[in-house]
């Protein structure tokens, strides 16, 4: 399972501390925004054809980041991972306003993992 899939399963526990139980957002209309733009871990991971993991294709795709939180979590408020380079976790906040401003969810979790994993990646 890539990093940032496992930082982001780990993200909505802050909600404990906020006094949000796991009951209280289970099928509710939570929406989730989730700013990710690097990809090293994929280029790790694929680095070396002859053991190549199992579940690269899908345990890697930033695409679908925000989508596993609300499938794991039942939530029902928009989804989207959002690529806009060095804005994303702004656009993401700028999304979640929105989208509370709209009613058209309860709740809203802009997660945004940005570590950089591979030392060949420089800015």
Not at 35 to 42: A, K, L, Q, S, V
């Amino acid at each position: 399972m890539a990093s940032a899939l496992r930082f982001l399963c780990s993200v909505l526990l802050t909600q404990y501390a906020a006094g949000i139980t796991l009951q209280e957002i289970n099928g509710s209309q939570t929406s989730v925004f989730c700013g990710c733009f690097t990809n090293d871990y994929n280029t790790m991971v694929t680095k070396d054809l002859e053991y190549y993991p199992k579940y690269t294709v899908t345990g890697t795709g930033n695409s679908i980041l925000a989508n596993r939180i609300s499938y794991f979590y039942n939530l029902h408020g928009a989804s989207a991972t959002i690529d806009t380079a060095c804005s994303s976790s702004l656009v993401c906040f700028h999304m979640g306003n929105q989208s509370l401003k709209s009613h058209e969810s309860d709740l809203v979790s802009y997660p945004s993992p940005k570590s950089r994993q591979s030392p060949r990646i420089v800015f």
